[in-house]
């Protein structure tokens, strides 16, 4: 049995908070497809752009949207708030500075993930 460890983590996680929308947030190396509930951010959020725009902005802010595949896990609250609740999580500590700097509307409950 191979029980050595990797210098990398295989994931990212946080938790996203808005109203009363939580949203649990993996970020996995690869190519900026995002799932949210097992569905794409498109029919989840039934063709509503906007959501979507809010799902990537804190990928964008941090210029990692091509970087990282996102899988959410969202509960409770309305469309507006889990949207703005998966919009809440980074995808790194190093990126902090930077998300701390956005527009302060969007500002996040949680200002970064984790590694796993």
Do not use: W
């Not at 908070?17 to 949210?36: C, E, M, T, W």
């Not at 500075?97 to 970064?112: D, E, G, K, L, V």
């Amino acid at each position: 049995m191979d029980t050595t460890r990797t210098d990398r983590a295989a994931y990212f996680y946080g938790t996203g908070r808005r109203k009363s929308a939580v949203a649990r947030v993996r970020l996995y190396p690869g190519n900026g497809q995002i799932i949210i509930n097992s569905k794409s951010v498109e029919d989840y959020f039934g063709g509503r752009t906007i959501y979507g725009q809010m799902v990537q902005q804190a990928l964008q802010i941090t210029e990692n949207l091509s970087k990282y595949n996102v899988t959410v896990k969202v509960l409770g609250g309305g469309t507006t708030g889990q949207a703005g609740a998966c919009a809440m999580v980074s995808p790194a500590p190093s990126y902090r500075p930077t998300r701390a700097s956005a527009p302060p509307s969007r500002r996040p409950a949680c200002s970064h993930a984790t590694p796993a």
